[in-house]
Nanobody, 124 residues
Framework: QVQLVESGGGLVQAGGSLRLSCAAS????????MAWFRQAPEKAREFVAH????????YYADSVKGRFTISRDNAKSTVYLQMNSLKPEDTAVYYC?????????????????WGQGTQVTVSS
């Protein structure tokens, strides 16, 4: 019931910033909690950030806490990931995901819908 399309990835120098966007189709966007995951070459996909349906609660992986901010605009059916103080180890394909579950989850298998991913590359 939901189609997700990420955008905003690109090449940035270490210490720089990027903002990723994930546009969702459908009229039930506010019924889904959203999250960002990322996957670097030869590494498993890992959790990055989560936001609840209303946007009032967020949770971050330790690796990005204090640097990344997840937000959403339900009127625009869009979730964002503001990434500051980027490091080379942040280089990965970033995916947004949606879940109808009401509990906070960082588990990939619990998410119902996924975007196609957007590449983020951080140079030294």
């Amino acid at each position: 019931q939901v189609q997700l399309v990420e955008s905003g990835g690109g090449l940035v120098q270490a210490g720089g910033s990027l903002r990723l966007s994930c546009a969702a189709s459908g009229r039930t966007f506010s019924s889904y909690a959203m999250a960002w995951f990322r996957q670097a070459p030869e590494k498993a996909r890992e959790f990055v950030a989560h936001i609840n349906r209303s946007g009032g609660s967020t949770y971050y992986a330790d690796s990005v806490k204090g640097r990344f901010t997840i937000s959403r605009d339900n009127a625009k059916s869009t979730v964002y990931l503001q990434m500051n103080s980027l490091k080379p180890e942040d280089t990965a394909v970033y995916y947004c995901a949606a879940t109808s579950r009401l509990v906070l989850t960082t588990v990939r298998g619990w998410f119902d819908y996924w975007g196609q991913g957007t590449q983020v590359t951080v140079s030294s």
